[in-house]
């Protein structure tokens, strides 16, 4: 369903008009994070790198451990983020988003290592009767 209520065609119309004006104004450093959900994502790519010339950097997975469930076919646990710059000399602070080492090794950063392209979001649990958040497994004190 098309919540935009734009027919395909249509939408992909809109999305080169607002991806194009976010080129234009697009610093010559700048980067372009693009999230969307599977229809359309892959239209966007190639929006961006073959109408636009942009230089494509990541394919960033937004995994998330609970969702919309499904009786014929797969659960949808992901959305896709495509990241992308006006050139090769886009600006980026690795040093911004770094995440807690897993395992000390002299080798290692200790400032952080490198999130990744796969993003793992979980999932909070409301109790409906009193209110009270309980946090994912992996995130209990």
Known sequence: MNHDLKGFNEY????????????HILKSTGTLYVF?????????????ERKLGMYFNSWITWHYTQGIGKTKGFSPRHDDILMFAKSEKFKFNL????????????????RGANPGDVWTFFMFII????GKIIPPRNQRA
């Not at 992909?12 to 080129?23: K, N, Y």
């Open 95 to 110: 040093n911004n988003v770094r995440v807690p080492q897993k395992y000390y090794r002299s080798r290692n950063n200790m």
């Open 127 to 130: 109790v409906m009767k009193t």
């Open 36 to 48: 969307m959900g599977v229809r359309f994502i892959s239209y966007l790519y190639d929006i961006l």
């Open 12 to 23: 992909l119309d809109f999305s080169v008009c607002w991806l194009g004006e976010a080129h």
